[in-house]
Nanobody, 126 residues
Framework: QVQLVESGGGLVQAGDSLKLSCVGS????????MGWFRQAPGKERDFVAA????????SYSDSVKGRFTISRDNAKNTVYLQMNSLSPEDTAVYYC???????????????????WGQGTQVTVSS
C-alpha cells in the first residue's frame, strides 16, 4: 500500500522561507509523478507544483512561479517543495500527491493523482 507523509510545515513570517518534504513508501517511487497542492480555509484545494518522473519536468501555478521550487530525490523516496518569499496568502494546508501511472507528465489536476498525504500546515504571519 502506497503511503505519503509530509513534513516541514510551521509558522513563519512574511518573507521567510520554508522547505516541505514528502516521503513515499514503495519501491517504484521513481516512476511516479508527484505534486503539491494546498487548501486555504474556506477555499478549494489548488494546484501548486508538480514534477514528473526522472528526467524531471516541472509545472507551477502562476501564484508560486519564481518563488517555489519542486524537486525530488528518488534515492530517498522524497519530493521537496522549497518555498521562498512567503506571504500570508500562502497560508494553507499543503498536501503532496502521487500519480501512480507510468507517464512522463507533471500533472496539474487533482484527478490525475491516486494517493494523497495527510497534509502539513503552513502559516505565514504578516
Amino acid at each position: 500500500q502506497v503511503q505519503l507523509v509530509e513534513s516541514g510545515g510551521g509558522l513563519v513570517q512574511a518573507g521567510d522561507s520554508l522547505k516541505l518534504s514528502c516521503v513515499g513508501s514503495g519501491p517504484t517511487f521513481s516512476v511516479w509523478a508527484m505534486g503539491w497542492f494546498r487548501q486555504a480555509p474556506g477555499k478549494e484545494r489548488d494546484f501548486v507544483a508538480a514534477i514528473s518522473r526522472t528526467p524531471s519536468k516541472t509545472s507551477y501555478s502562476d501564484s508560486v512561479k519564481g518563488r517555489f521550487t519542486i524537486s525530488r530525490d528518488n534515492a530517498k523516496n522524497t519530493v521537496y517543495l522549497q518555498m521562498n518569499s512567503l506571504s500570508p496568502e500562502d497560508t494553507a494546508v499543503y498536501y503532496c500527491a502521487a500519480d501512480l501511472t507510468v507517464s512522463t507528465m507533471a500533472p496539474t489536476t487533482e484527478g490525475s493523482y491516486d494517493v494523497w498525504g495527510q497534509g502539513t500546515q503552513v502559516t505565514v504571519s504578516s
